[in-house]
């Protein structure tokens, strides 16, 4: 039995999205946005005391693109990966994990808005700076995608689940509607069945309580 121990709106999304993707059965272990990710039965999971971390094979793998690049491998029949030596490799991993780039910011966004409880902790620089680097980042996928439907031409794949999710989270931070290309490709990648099947269900406790963080000036 594969089970992903995952918390909504968080990274663990993008290895729910790639399994659902690939079809095969599989378990969540849901967690909450608190300290039970500390306890000792998890630590032995994920020393890091974070999500995802993903029991399949007799083992343990932690840290989502290294689990998205094994599920890949896995299953290759999902043709959602792109094997050592084909051609599209390099710019699979390259975009596989750029989500990371997009994802180190939202981070920072997230600590600034939501994480520190006191306005007196919060920066109104590091709010407008990490929103700005956001756009760069959107920036650098808008001119990836201009004239292509996905980040590949090969067709969709994990690359653009880990992109996809970590936009699912920087849009509460930085807009998508000036990037037209950018913004059709979220809209086809969130119309698939296996992201709408991600999602928080109704009613869960959520992470992000507004649709949208403005930057503010103190």
Request: net charge neutral; charged share 20%; hydrophobic share 45%.
């Amino acid at each position: 039995m594969i089970r992903l121990h995952h918390c909504h709106e968080t990274r663990s999304m993008r290895a729910l999205w790639l399994l659902h993707e690939i079809g095969v059965p599989f378990e969540v272990v849901l967690h909450g946005f608190d300290k039970s990710l500390r306890a000792p039965g998890y630590l032995a999971l994920n020393p890091a005391g974070r999500v995802p971390a993903l029991e399949i094979d007799g083992r343990v793998i932690w840290e989502s693109g290294a689990i998205s690049e094994y599920l890949c491998e896995r299953f290759p029949e999902a043709g959602l990966g792109r094997m050592p030596g084909t051609p599209e490799r390099a710019d699979w991993l390259i975009w596989l994990h750029f989500a990371e780039t997009i994802s180190q910011h939202s981070a920072a966004l997230t600590q600034q808005h939501i994480a520190l409880y006191d306005d007196a902790m919060r920066s109104p620089v590091v709010m407008r700076l990490e929103a700005k680097r956001l756009e760069k980042c959107y920036a650098a996928l808008e001119q990836r995608l201009a004239g292509r439907d996905w980040l590949l031409d090969g067709g969709f794949s994990a690359a653009d689940i880990s992109v996809g999710q970590a936009l699912y989270m920087a849009r509460h931070f930085a807009k998508l509607e000036p990037f037209a290309a950018l913004s059709a490709w979220y809209a086809r990648a969130t119309a698939r069945p296996a992201f709408i099947r991600s999602l928080p269900p109704k009613g869960a406790a959520l992470l992000y309580t507004r649709d949208f963080y403005e930057a503010w000036d103190g």
